[in-house]
């Protein structure tokens, strides 16, 4: 065996033909280059500075909490005596707030989405397709506008709560979340469908024999849920709370709203806003690197359960037909009566949009007047159409460039018989798990320390290339991993039946593969796209750095959290929100009912 | 025509020896047909010699050409897969047009060779269908026209039949077999299936764990296994296992664990060798009584009449016989019949491997 090194080689390249090296090298350097040199330059630069220098500063890290977690007040409002009960949360600093955030979102976002994943799994009762719908609606991702919506409904003063319970009930009371809590609150009822989905697709999967046979021995009720269901779907709901947690701690909508600048992910955007001056405060990168090292701690300690390639295909079908129930009368008043609302609680931010982007005002606690000149002003405020038009350059560019690495890197991993292809796997499949804002303040260093003064550097020429890039590499597990799917349903011996009539590899790649995974491709393709337009991370950090001008490169993300806080900008912000929803629910439909491919719920 | 020479080819799997150093060399427009049970290695010897796979150890040549280290796209092998692999996503035109595009060949010499290839395999009319409106059996022929059409130096078909019902296997077979002999291409064809290995090849090649066991044409394979594992791979033989009496050159007597002193002839054993295996095929016992011949006793079991001849199950002290009789003979079950077997039809092999042997 073995034999000398030139042998071995001779072996390796009979495997390795021009175009496969090809299709190995451009994804490992690109990936190299745009993704692994920047996180270990933030590495690199945090290591320049005492991390002490940031856990010896209360604002990011202090052990005596800060602040009364609720307020309670007894005073005259608008000539009623009333209590305004206000939950706001205490702080540790940003560091510490984080984390606890990040436990607390993933407890509530955990019991939420195994309750209705649980329901919806072993239940049936009329309704259930509406309801369901209902339950994945907050992922459609509408960019701060529906933490807007969030923190409308939470407002004590002019909140809908506070309003139905003091005004329409008629109680002296005024209720309010806010602050640290009030992002909480919003990162539950916006990560919640990331629990739901995840259990729901593994309750659907389990063996109903599995469940029937202990019931036979006696189990029932909460004690079968407890000792075989919950178990049996530890998968899912790894995989759920995992996510839930790493998109909690790296989300900075539900800070920027709340205007709560007390955790990592707000601070970390905050040192971007100085950055167009071409220096970015060594605070980021150690912050960033903080961020990096809790989202992959996080993937490593639950890799056992899931493995970092399904986070880009979620929701998978179920194998058995799942054990439905129907329910007795009371469980029906029970799901109409409190599932049902809550769940339209849920879904109301993205609801909320909607109605936001055809009111003319919605300044009290309801919308008043019906107009599309929000919609309109996509198009006419020159500002917002540059946006769109950025933002569909920078994702089509980007999904030219996802489309040829995906391909590449999906049809090595998948065919290459040459070792180091599970490296690659984990490289094309990594970004699921790194925070975008850490991939920010990477590309900023890097490219402004080794592009000084090229087309590259984001400060002489702006952000657009690096945005590309960065939306490049983040929603590339999208495509890749269905490419991968895709391939491993076409049989082999398809392409063998190619090579064997003298086609040569590329020849065969496209006349063979290419047609054959044509609808995974496209699905693929057209996910990553709409995670494209959607990108927040990046966007609102990198995307600032060319200013904002008549000819700005900000994409529409960086312009909605512009508008938000103009005169009456919220319902511009509502009506791009409202055109991102569009987008999304036309690719849903086109990958789940044309295409009958399965839809990957990721992306923030 | 060309010349396929496999020397010394060894591949290994982790730790699985899927082909064991195997020496075979193809004769100029010959069917060569590569028999064994399933996974003793047949598809991996096809796949090393189309160059989908590179041996561990070994070299293949085409005529004299060297070809272990060269692409499947540069070998001018076509093969026939086992699934057929069809291209879902072309029509039968384009799927057997591939080939040629791929040479680069003017559309009208295309149009013409599909045409005529698609008339020899009786597709005509059937250009514009997609593989999965066709039936099992047309669906086969695509594949053979597709492979075909290329005018390949070596064509490679791996159990083309096996998906096909039992009529239209038998047909299949025959006209594989005609264009084969017509086209004069030189044939590996791999097959588990013993009897379609006999009637189609002009040499078979009997393989078990990744060796090659014996070569021959299927008349010397058949009459005479050069061991134990052909012997019984190929035919339904009762098998008698016994010790040795005494020897005489090739003729040997042996005496069966139920008792049969038999007379007969000695193939795979070595002096020394005490346990062996008495090997008789279904069609050597006859119920007339022959000179000189063996005398086995027993009761008949099971009578079925199979058109060209009737099977015996026969119980003969334990051991249990299946016999082929004269469709004519009068024989019920619950009978006690005498068997008689020429000398020269106890085929005598050592029992060393009878342990690893698969019975049905
Ligand atoms: N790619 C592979 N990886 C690992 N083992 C393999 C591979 N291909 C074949 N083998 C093993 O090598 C041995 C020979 O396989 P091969 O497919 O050549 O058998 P075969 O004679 O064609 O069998 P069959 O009649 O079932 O098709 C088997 O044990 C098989 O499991
Ligand atoms: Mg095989």
Known sequence: ?604 | MTRVSLRGVTKRFEDVVAVDRVSLEVREGELFTLLGPSGCGKTTTLRIIAGFELPDEGSVFFDNEDVTYKKPYERGCAMVFQNYALWPHMTVYENVAYGLKVRGLPAREIRKRVDEVLELVGLRGLEDRYPTQLSGGQQQRVALARALVVEPKVLLLDEPLSNLDAKLRLRMREEVKKLQKELGITTIYVTHDQEEAMSISDRVAVMNRGRVLQVGTPIEVYTKPANLFVATFIGRSALLRGKIVRADGRRVSILTRGGFKLEGTGLGVRSGDTEIVAVVRPEDFSLSPLPDANIIEGKVELVMFLGPYKQLRVNARGERIIAYVDPEEEVKAGEIIKLYIKPEDVKVYSAEGWEELEFE
């Open chain 1, 1 to 604: 065996m073995g034999g000398s090194a030139a042998s071995k080689l001779r072996k390796l390249s009979f495997y390795l033909d021009p175009v496969l090296i090809a299709q190995l090298l451009l994804p490992t350097t690109i990936l190299f280059l745009f993704l692994v040199a920047p996180l270990l330059l933030v590495a690199y630069v945090a290591g320049q500075y005492s991390i002490f220098d940031v856990l010896s500063d209360p604002t990011y890290f202090s052990l005596r909490p800060r602040g009364q977690p609720v307020l309670i007040l007894r005073t005259s409002f608008r000539g009623r005596e009333v209590t305004i009960i206000k939950v706001v949360g205490v702080s540790f600093g940003a560091v510490i707030n984080s984390l606890i955030n990040a436990v607390i979102v993933t407890a509530g976002a955990t019991v939420l989405g195994v309750a209705v994943a649980f329901v919806f799994a072993r239940y049936e009762f009329p309704g259930k397709t509406v309801l369901r719908i209902l339950a994945t609606m907050p992922l459609l991702l509408t960019p701060f506008i529906n933490v807007f919506v969030i923190r409308k409904l939470f407002d004590w003063r002019d909140g809908i709560i506070s309003w139905f319970v003091c005004d329409v009930l008629g109680l002296p009371l005024r209720l309010g979340v806010d602050s640290i809590a009030g992002v909480a609150v919003a990162q539950i009822m916006t990560f919640f469908p990331l629990v739901y989905l995840n259990v729901y697709s593994s309750m659907v999967n389990i063996d109903p024999s599995l469940e029937e046979q202990a019931e036979n021995l006696g189990a029932k009720g909460f004690r079968l849920f407890r000792t075989v269901t919950l178990p049996l779907s530890l998968p899912g709901l790894a995989a759920g709370s995992a996510l839930v947690f790493i998109f909690s701690l790296e989300d900075v909508a539900a800070p920027i709203v709340f205007n709560e600048k007390r955790f990592i992910s707000y601070q970390v955007f905050s040192k971007f806003i100085e950055a167009t001056t071409g220096q970015l405060s060594p605070v980021a990168a150690i912050l960033a690197l903080i961020l990096l090292l809790l989202a992959l701690t996080i993937f490593a300690s639950i890799r056992r359960y899931v493995m970092l390639r399904q986070y880009a295909m979620l929701s998978r079908g179920g194998r058995w037909k799942p054990r439905m129930r129907k329910l007795s009368a009371k469980g029906l008043l029970a799901i109409y009566l409190v599932l049902a609302p809550l769940l339209v609680f849920l879904a109301f931010p993205q609801l909320g949009v909607i109605i936001y982007a055809f009111s003319e005002r919605w300044t009290g606690p309801l919308p008043q007047g019906f107009t599309l000149k929000n919609l309109w002003s996509i198009v006419e405020d020159p500002l917002v159409s540059r946006a769109v038009i950025n933002s569909l350059t920078y994702s089509l560019s980007a999904l030219a460039l996802i489309i040829l690495l995906g391909i590449s890197a999906s049809y090595v991993i998948a065919r290459a018989r040459v070792p180091g292809v599970d490296l690659l796997d984990l490289l094309v499949t990594s970004p699921v798990a790194i925070p975008g804002l850490v991939i920010a303040v990477g590309y900023f260093y890097f490219f402004t320390t080794f592009f000084r003064g090229t087309p590259l550097d984001p400060i002489v020429s702006g952000p657009s290339l690096l945005l590309v890039l960065a939306y490049s590499v983040r929603r590339l597990p999208f495509t890749a991993r269905a490419v991968f799917a895709g391939l491993q349903q076409v049989h082999i011996a398809l392409e063998e039946a190619s090579l064997n009539l003298g086609a040569g590899r590329l020849r065969t790649l496209v006349n063979i593969v290419i047609p054959l995974i044509s609808l995974n491709l496209l699905s693929g393709a057209l996910v990553s796209f709409v995670y494209c337009m959607s990108e927040t991370s990046t966007s609102i950090t990198l995307g600032g750095l060319g200013g904002v001008g008549e000819s700005h490169q900000a994409p529409i993300t960086f312009i909605m959290l512009d508008y938000l806080n103009r005169v009456g900008g919220p319902h511009i912000v509502a009506s791009l929100g409202v055109l991102l929803i569009s987008l999304q629910l036309l690719v849903i439909t086109l990958v789940n009912v044309v295409f009958k491919q399965r839809y990957a719920y990721v992306g923030v």
